[in-house]
């Protein structure tokens, strides 16, 4: 659920997020029916620090960052009302430690009257990256990349991507968009092995498949 909150909020990955709530979150929907998980209380990031206008400007509804219901196994929306049911209700905390004694998903509480620390929260990327046995070890901050590159992948453009991700600049957004991903590495790599090569040459389909004459030779008697 931290990551899913992460990749669709996309912002700074460890700025006050050790701080949300139960309550920094709300459950919306739309005209048509369509459910979401909006933010109600922005963290005050760094381009508001020492700032008290730009601070308590931070402090409002998010309605440019929407985790919206898709209706799959993986939906992010399902998952986020699942985990409010099985926090501990006499914390306030969001992140909260797992009940190690729990073993039964039908289980009321999950989660322990204990608070996630923020060093913890810091270091899950790098600890998963090698659990999972990764290339390499990534960073939180790797999630909100992910995000941009996924939406500029998608075809939104620069200025979208920003109201999202809440970049100060296009000139820091290009910087992560034009960078290649692996995918578009192999795409270079296969291209590149592929140029020069002869093609195979394939016969017309009006051509007919013809075996070359073979000269006659003369009758053999037969074998008594």
């Known amino acids: 659920m931290w ?14 997020v050790h701080k949300y709530q139960k ?3 709300g459950l919306g929907k739309t ?9 109600k209380f922005n963290q005050v990031s760094k381009c508001s620090q020492g700032d008290e206008s730009s601070a308590s400007k931070c402090q409002k509804i998010d309605t440019e960052n929407l985790m919206f219901e898709i209706g799959d196994d993986m939906c992010p929306y399902a998952y ?3 985990y409010l049911n099985k926090l501990n209700e006499d914390l306030d905390a969001l992140w909260q430690c797992p009940n190690l004694y729990c073993r039964k998903p039908e289980s009321m509480r999950w989660y322990d009257k204990q608070k996630i620390r923020e060093h913890t929260m810091c270091k899950w990327m790098m600890e998963l990256s090698v659990q999972c046995g990764l290339s390499q070890k ?45 995918e578009d590495q192999a795409d270079f790599s296969n291209a590149l092995s592929k140029y020069g090569r002869k093609k195979k040459s394939t016969p ?9 004459d073979i000269p ?9």
């Open 204 to 212: 017309h389909p009006d051509q007919e498949d013809t075996l070359p």
């Open 3 to 16: 990551f899913d909150i992460l990749y669709h909020i996309g912002k700074r990955a460890q700025e006050g």
């Open 138 to 182: 990534y960073t939180n901050h790797c999630i909100r990349k992910t995000c941009t590159t996924a939406m500029a992948k998608s075809g939104f453009q620069p200025h979208q991507i920003a109201a999202v991700t809440k970049y100060q600049s296009l000139e820091s957004l290009k910087h992560y968009i034009k960078k290649p991903t692996i």
């Open 80 to 82: 986020f009302c699942l």
């Open 31 to 39: 005209v048509a029916a369509k459910k979401y998980v909006f933010q």
């Open 23 to 25: 309550n920094s979150f």
């Open 216 to 224: 006659s030779s003369p009758a053999q008697p037969p074998v008594i």
